[in-house]
């Protein structure tokens, strides 16, 4: 199931299953994960992107080690809020990853998510070799934690 409605994909959600959020981007995924309750996003992984069957197999990996029930894709709308055409490819990914797991995903608005990440980080004191290692994770970390402030609120 792919829906843009955050309410249909809360529903849809296994009782006290943890979610993935990601950060679909050229060349790399982002890979934030929360706790069972719902309640907090962690920054996981970065994954170098390559062919998408090895894309796919590493987030199999990750969603069956940390029994994750959901999936929220970070969408990346224009500033005047239309859809361009990283919106259209992170849709297709999606599309392509229905095909081979069984598991609701959503969208979620992550325009200034990365600025967001970078800020944080800024103010973390961290190193800029660090943050561009961790800048994509860290950018699923805030998508995810908007949906979940969300959800929260349903």
Request: charged share 25%; aromatic share 4%.
């Amino acid at each position: 199931m792919i829906t843009d409605d955050i309410s249909a994909f809360a529903a849809a959600l296994a009782p006290e299953a943890a979610i993935a959020g990601l950060d679909y981007g050229e060349k790399t995924i982002g890979v934030a994960v929360s706790d069972r309750l719902r309640q907090v996003a962690t920054p996981l992984e970065t994954i170098r992107r390559g062919k998408f069957t090895a894309d796919a197999e590493r987030l199999e990996a990750i969603l069956a080690a940390r029994a994750i029930g959901g999936l929220v894709l970070g969408l990346p709308r224009n500033m005047d809020g239309s859809e361009g055409p990283r919106c259209q490819a992170t849709r297709a990914f999606a599309r392509n990853l229905a095909r081979r797991i069984d598991l609701p995903i959503t969208f979620w608005d992550e325009r200034l998510s990365t600025v967001a990440a970078e800020r944080a980080l800024l103010e973390a004191d961290t190193s800029r070799a660090r943050r561009a290692e961790v800048i994509d994770h860290v950018a699923a970390g805030v998508i995810l934690q908007g949906a979940l402030d969300r959800m929260r609120h349903l």
